[in-house]
């Protein structure tokens, strides 16, 4: 069964930096896209950035755009969010997911992935 760990969330000051980064226990060829989602407190999930496994085409959600980078390490089955200037609004539990047959261009449009971590909870202080 596939499973997607994430890591490096915590807690941060308004400004700063904060990579994650996402695990597959599977070789990552079983996934046509890989990526993130949100959930702020009290707020329904919202797509963040994902990545086209084989191309590397990225997608972002207009709030990151310019601040986020995702990336892959096809070797390690990882991919990571590089997260800059963070802002308050950038708190929430972040859920790395992953899918055999989107290219990745649709999860901006209620497209639901086949696979989900368990999240990681990010913090950014005022």
């Known amino acids: 069964q596939v499973q997607l760990v994430e890591s490096g969330g915590g807690l941060v000051q308004a400004g700063g930096s904060l990579r994650l980064s996402c695990a597959a226990s599977?070789?990552?060829?079983?996934?046509?896209?890989m990526g993130w989602f949100r959930q702020a407190p009290g707020k329904d999930r919202e797509f963040v950035a994902n990545?086209?496994?084989?191309?590397?085409?990225?997608y972002y959600a207009d709030s990151v755009k310019g601040r986020f980078t995702i990336s892959r390490d096809n070797a390690k089955n990882t991919i990571y969010l590089q997260k800059n200037s963070l802002k308050p609004e950038d708190t929430a539990v972040y859920y790395c997911?992953?899918?055999?047959?989107?290219?990745?261009?649709?999860?901006?449009?209620?497209?639901?992935?086949?696979?989900w971590g368990k999240g990681t909870l990010v913090t950014v202080s005022s």
């Open positions: 997911a992953a899918d055999q047959w989107s290219d990745g261009s649709d999860w901006g449009r209620s497209y639901v992935p086949d696979y």
């Open positions: 599977e070789r990552t060829f079983k996934f046509n896209s």
């Open positions: 990545i086209n496994w084989s191309s590397g085409d990225t």
